[in-house]
């Protein structure tokens, strides 16, 4: 009974802070709209998909409370709804989006959750630029607290989860950012920045443990900087240094350990109205393991016609670990989107990627992930959009830990809602 009641007090923490969250921006934002323009505006949306399978693992791990093999596929409806925020005043230009979801399964009820979120960016430019001419300064707040691996309609790998797609385990996930830059000259500015990170799990897998599938609990601190050099109106280059320290333990509990990650890396980027190109290229050391890798990255983002955009990106980076193994691991990665607008009210978009993992000192063990997504987008009218979707996901690990396979599939179809604000709408991203 005890247990039962610190699982359910873990959950209900993080959604009260949420809570609390939402009437504090609830309360003060309508006063600043006094002195600034401040738009707020109400959304939410439906989804419901098929998914082939919820647990996001193989038959043979599977195991519920009575030793019993639950049922893999199931069909799952899931209701989001926030605010939307977009504030600007003469120094400050603010956009934020706080909201909160419900997923109810049709065969496995026990895997009926909560969600919370809450993200955005707030860009000081033009506060600074009274001080230092030319000067940027920007934060951006990512948070949540979920089960699933990404939240509302994203199936995108974001950065803090780095290509491990993992067991199902609710989790809570903040990044923190603050990028700048400051000009030295006409050519050359410094930019820098520093952004916080932080991941905990409960200590509880749904589904069952498994030997060898253990979770990390990890904190990290990045910073970086250099100086930028403006060859032309539409090239420049950067050298630039990056450090990530990072602290983990286990979601158990247990002993606290450290790891640090040491990147130093050139900086080639052209930009034209019509596509942006950026390739950056060096060295990362990794302690206390005591390797050096090469690390770098290629992205290209072009519009081939005025309905199309396209972006690629291909990296090589080391990054924390925080599945079947704790500590630093490198990842290569390559991804593709393209979006095509049809004409003013449809549209179609697709992606396609590929992770492999390599954990130290053993780089053989390996993990391994394809995804693919396509959507159909249509608006229904200016503030209603429906959707179709399809997702895939292929994982196959190849440790030390633990060795398996699994697929995931999904289908559905989604209806979002954007109202209108107190001003204009704000409309879909």
Not at 14 to 33: C, E, K
Not at 300 to 318: F, G, K
Not at 367 to 393: D, P, V
Request: proline share 3%; aromatic share 12%.
């Amino acid at each position: 009974m005890t247990l039962l009641w610190c699982c359910r007090r873990l959950k209900i923490r993080p959604l009260f802070r949420f809570a609390v969250t939402v009437v504090l921006i609830w309360g003060v934002l309508p006063s600043v709209s006094v002195y600034a323009e401040t738009n707020i505006v109400p959304w939410a949306d439906v989804r419901e998909r098929y998914d082939s399978n919820v647990w996001r693992r193989p038959k043979e791990l599977l195991r519920d409370a009575q030793g019993n093999v639950p049922q893999l596929h199931d069909f799952v409806t899931t209701v989001n709804g926030g605010l939307a925020l977009r504030h600007e005043s003469r120094d400050i230009e603010a956009d934020l989006k706080v909201g909160g979801n419900y997923s109810a399964f049709v065969n496995n009820s026990n895997l009926n959750y909560y969600g919370a979120l809450l993200n955005g960016t707030v860009g000081l430019d033009r506060w600074v630029d009274q001080y230092v001419r030319g000067a940027r300064l920007s934060v951006t707040e990512n948070l949540a607290y979920t089960p699933e691996q990404s939240y509302g309609r994203s199936v995108a790998v974001d950065d803090f989860e780095g290509g491990l797609l993992t067991f199902r385990r609710s989790r809570l996930l903040n990044t923190t950012a603050f990028t700048g830059s400051y000009p030295l000259s006409r050519d050359i500015s410094l930019e820098g920045g520093y952004t916080f990170g932080l991941r905990r799990q409960t200590r509880i897998t749904e589904g069952g443990d498994v030997t060898g599938a253990t979770f990390f609990n990890t904190m990290t601190h990045t910073w970086f900087g250099g100086p930028r050099y403006q060859l032309t109106r539409n090239d420049s280059i950067a050298a630039l240094y990056q450090q990530t320290f990072f602290t983990q333990e286990r979601s158990e509990g247990g002993r606290t350990f450290s790891s640090n990650l040491i990147t130093l890396e050139g900086d080639y980027t052209k930009v034209f109205p019509e596509w942006r190109f950026t390739v950056r290229g060096g060295v990362t050391f990794v302690e206390p393991v005591g390797r050096t890798l090469p690390s770098g990255s290629i992205s290209v983002t072009t519009a081939p016609e005025r309905d199309t955009v396209i972006n690629l990106t291909l990296a090589r980076a080391a990054r924390p670990s925080f599945f079947l193994q704790g500590g630093a691991r490198i990842n290569n990665s390559v991804r593709a989107t393209i979006r095509h607008r049809i004409y003013e009210r449809l549209s179609v978009s697709g992606s396609g990627g590929y992770s492999l993992s390599q954990f130290f000192p053993n780089t053989d063990s390996q993990f391994q992930i394809f995804t693919g997504a396509s959507r159909l987008q249509y608006m229904l009218t200016r503030n209603i959009r429906g959707e179709l979707f399809y997702t895939f996901e292929h994982i196959n690990s190849d440790t030390t830990a633990l060795e398996y396979q699994v697929s995931r599939h999904q289908v559905g179809f989604m209806l979002s809602v954007m109202l209108e604000s107190l001003g204009e709408s704000l409309g879909f991203d």
